[in-house]
T-cell receptor, first 108, second 114 residues
């Protein structure tokens, strides 16, 4: 079993839809949690950190459930420009582990 | 912009030849990483460095070596390239952020071994 797992998708949604991604992690010692966005043939870029209390950045909401060891990302009012692969990541100190990513396609 | 530059960005090489990828950072970060990314596997850590001449192996280190003789440069060497090493390679640095340490990536180096 991989340390960080995600549904690979693809998720094909119409513009304006709300879409949610989940990510599970197996190491309970994981300290920090992140969502990255990766466009085709580009590097992953930090989308947002995930805080224990949950956090929101515009149309994006991230939540953490330490007891169940999963993190989630909710995207509201999807835009065509949200089409990308979304990677979750966890870290313990300086060790960062990434999930395989979930591909999102937002359709007109 | 995390100030990371990778070179070369694209390379085609023949099986059995040595290849060195360079990662250069301008912001004096202590920790640097080399990942490879492949379909179905995601990002996997090859090697990382926690200071000049201090390196350690990651998940998929076989066939790779690294060196860090200066804070700003982290080199990844494929001693004898194989077709299984065809991949995109990302260098990364770890930097402090509000929520703790966060990792930032360079633009990637696309390597094809024929």
């Amino acid at each position: 079993r991989k340390e960080v797992e995600q549904d690979p998708g693809p998720f094909n949604v119409p513009e304006g839809a709300t879409v949610a991604f989940n990510c599970t992690y197996s190491n309970s010692a994981s300290q920090s949690f992140f969502w990255y966005r990766q466009d085709c043939r580009k590097e992953p870029k930090l989308l947002m950190s995930v805080y224990s209390s949950g956090n929101e950045d515009g149309r994006f909401t991230a939540q953490l459930n330490r007891a169940s060891q999963y993190i989630s990302l909710l995207i509201r009012d999807s835009k065509l420009s949200d089409s990308a692969t979304y990677l979750c990541a966890v870290n313990r100190g300086q060790n960062f582990v990434f999930g395989p990513g979930t591909r999102l396609s937002v359709l007109p | 912009d995390a100030g990371i530059t990778q070179s070369p960005r694209h390379k085609v090489t023949e099986t059995g030849t040595p290849v060195t990828l360079r990662c250069h950072q301008t912001e004096n970060h202590r920790y640097m990483y080399w990942y490879r990314q492949d379909p179905g596997h995601g990002l996997r850590l090859i090697h990382y460095s926690y200071g000049v001449k201090d390196t350690d192996k990651g998940e998929v280190s076989d066939g790779y070596s690294v060196s860090r003789s200066k804070t700003e440069d982290f080199l990844l060497t494929l001693e004898s390239a194989t077709s299984s090493q065809t991949s995109v390679y990302f260098c990364a640095i770890s930097a402090a952020a509000t929520s703790g340490n966060t990792i930032y990536f360079g633009e990637g180096s696309w390597l094809t071994v024929v």
